[in-house]
């Protein structure tokens, strides 16, 4: 083997910056990943690990292995690639590009590459010899008929797809399954002798055996049959395994958790403050099974102290067990119709942990100081131990406080002075956070109803009354001063941060705006407050519903970050998850943070640090979105269900979006959307104006825009597809455009604000 060392850089003796942190990570330290791409830049050709080892002067077989290790870490991230020659080299920005593979139905796809530059387009031919999520390594090819870069797979550095479900047909004598997954656009194939018991048209989990390349399909074996695809409950079995839900809990947890018991230990009480003579009270819906919070609050000279007292699971889950590793490992609890799977096991997120109605509980408190005006002053926490008065439902609560109910105020007859006292401070409170420019927009979720056998009866809207926005008050204030304090503290901790609209949809939201006469104050950078003024100057409006839309649509998704970046849609420079320890692991990592402040520890000797937190961050991100979408795919298979016996009825609904292909179509009263696909419309040639929201024809200068009524009949509805087809009957009087009116306060009934903060 020739040296190089006369020519090269010197990289035996040359100093790692690295060297530090390698050291602390590593029993047997080896150069960085930084240093090993320093060096192939440097040498400026590629180099086989021999060569590499050589390079830095590594001889011994603990050495040579760490190394060999750490060049596949790099090669299946993407840093690194490894030619046919067996030698590394470096993946060039310019003309090679790592990413992740986002397949599409329609059987082509797109890279999304690690740098965040835009996606490249991957033809359906490229696509044949990949499956969605997998990791490659591109260049681009050129540019397709759309003026999109596309892309050419140069080598695949991971599979990530190795268990499927969906639905086991034959066909020709051919076996094979359609997956649920419709970014799995590959049908797989099934040999005789991989079928198992699977018999035509039933749900089952197929394993990957043979990955898909550009003269095969995908191979797989049946290792699991769900049951029949009309089955009840099929919808979540299915939704589990298709989105990689964990929902069985590891032997060591189960032995881990053994020894407890629904009651909480004498020794566990002690040391601290006593608050079970306190009359604290949880609030919730009235399915709710497990209980984060309880609230209480006295008035005093200056406005009023708020206690909100928290399921200390911190206590029971600590740092590395199995409870924690599982409850890492899933991140947040997941909620389908009729089904939870919980983050953390029954013992716990029902038992000791749930502040249930006259029991013992342990609790970490935030305790509030607001003045007259509904602003905190002053914040503190501890550790207690509490006894819930009462289980109270936001039902109950509502009509107590709001409806003046005698019969409901006379069950509650000793609570009553503490609930109307809870709700002065909510108003003055409520006061302060419309000053404060927080934004509330009008939204409506729903809920699916069943009958017997799971049938389902009917979707109604979740109404949210003033009881829901007063716990939801009181959390968000929580929230912020557990940011605040940790700050303070200078801890490594995990934010909920919420950026404010990027420059693009900015420019985006305010072309439209202009088209609509109205204008959207803040210049570069709008506020909270700028938002809500406009929303509050168009109310009465016919289109005030388009106006919101477009508003909710220009906002940037909420996440979970070390970095502090503040909280756009609450308008404050820092917002934490702190209220729902037993459901969220966000909220666990805050209360381990906080109990490390309260021992006095220094914020160096934390089991956490940046660098944790901000992969900690990513993971709890994507498992979130993760259980989001599982929860939707849940949602659109039994609204499919729903409308299955309903085709040929008309209704009457509103335009809720615009694309290029047609325009989906929500029902008036029955919550259930579709699509009137563009090829069913009058004859004419459309045109999509994406700032707009709307088609625009050609010849009939008919339009269709985001808010509009029309009335419809459901023409087909695919449960395999999850999709509901909608014909176009007639479309109601467009809504005319008046003139920005002068901005008020926004108006109070039913509102929602942005990302639902409750707990």
Partial sequence: MTSDSNQDTDFKSKADPFAQREAEKYETPIPSRELILELLQDTGRPLGRKQIAEKFGLESADNLEALRRRLRAMERDGQLLFNRRQKYCLVNNKDLIAGRVLGHSDGFGFLKPDDGSSDLFLSAR???????????????????????REGAVVEVLERNTHQVVGRFLKEKGFNFVVAENKK??????????????????????????????????????????????MAPGMEIEVAIRSHDLPNEWPDDLLEEIEPLKNKVPEKAKKGRVDLRETPLVTIDGEDARDFDDAVYCKK??????????????????????????????????????????????????????????????LCMVCELYINEQGKVVRSR???????????????????????????????????????????????????????????????????IVFGENRKIEKVVPIERNDAHKLIEEFMISANSAAARFLNRKKMPRLLRIHEGPSVEKLLTLRTFLGEMGLHLGGGEKPT??????????????????????????????????????GHFGLSLDAYAHFTSPIRRYPDLLVHRAIRHCIADKPPESFAYGFPEMLILGEHCSANERR??????????????????????????????????????????????????HISSLPRDYFHFDATSH????????????????????????????????????????????SKPRKARKPHKSKKKHLNHERK
């Fill in 528 to 565: 909270p407050l700028d938002y809500m003024d406009l929303l509050a100057s168009v109310q009465g409006r016919a289109d005030a519903h388009l106006i919101q839309t477009v508003l909710l649509r220009s906002m940037s998704q909420a996440v979970y970050s070390p970095e502090t970046k």
């Fill in 381 to 447: 926490f501890f550790e207690a131990v509490m006894r819930s008065h009462a289980r109270l439902t936001y039902t109950d609560v509502a009509k107590v406080l709001v409806d003046g109910d005698k019969k409901l105020a006379k069950k509650y007859h000793k609570l009553l002075p503490d609930l109307e006292e809870l709700y002065a401070l909510y108003k003055a409170m409520r006061t302060a956070r419309e000053q404060r420019g927080a934004m509330d927009f009008d939204t409506q979720e729903t809920k």
């Fill in 694 to 737: 709307q088609l625009k024809g050609e010849k009939t200068g008919m339009n269709y825009r985001l808010g509009d009524k029309v009335k419809i009949k459901v023409a087909r509805v695919d449960l395999d597809e999850k999709k509901i087809d909608f014909e176009l009957l007639q479309k109601s009087k467009k809504a005319t455009t």
């Fill in 627 to 676: 259980a989001d979408e599982a929860t939707r795919d849940v949602m659109s298979w039994l609204k499919c269900e729903y409308m299955m016996d309903k085709l040929g009825e008309e209704f009457s609904g509103i335009i809720s979006a615009v694309t290029g292909f047609g325009f989906f179509v929500e029902l008036s009263g029955i919550y259930v959307e579709g699509l009137v």
């Fill in 300 to 361: 005093t000279p200056k406005g009023w102290k708020l206690l909100v007292a928290i399921a200390d699971v911190s206590h029971y889950v600590q740092v590395n067990s199995p409870l924690d590793k599982e409850a890492s490992s899933r991140s947040t609890s997941v909620y389908f119709p009729e089904q939870v799977i919980p983050m953390l096991p029954e013992i716990l997120s029902n038992g000791l942990c749930s502040l249930n109605p006259e029991v013992d509980r």
């Fill in 184 to 229: 799995i656009s590959q049908d797989i194939l099934i040999p005789k002798e991989g079928k198992g018991k699977a018999k035509n048209g039933q749900m089952v989990v197929v394993e990957i055996v043979q990955q898909p390349n550009q003269r095969h399909q995908p191979v797989g074996k049946v290792i699991e049959v769900l049951g029949k695809h």
């Fill in 126 to 148: 490229e696509m044949k010899a990949l499956m969605h999520n997998d990791r490659v390594v591109a260049h681009v090819a050129g540019l397709d008929r759309k003026g999109r």
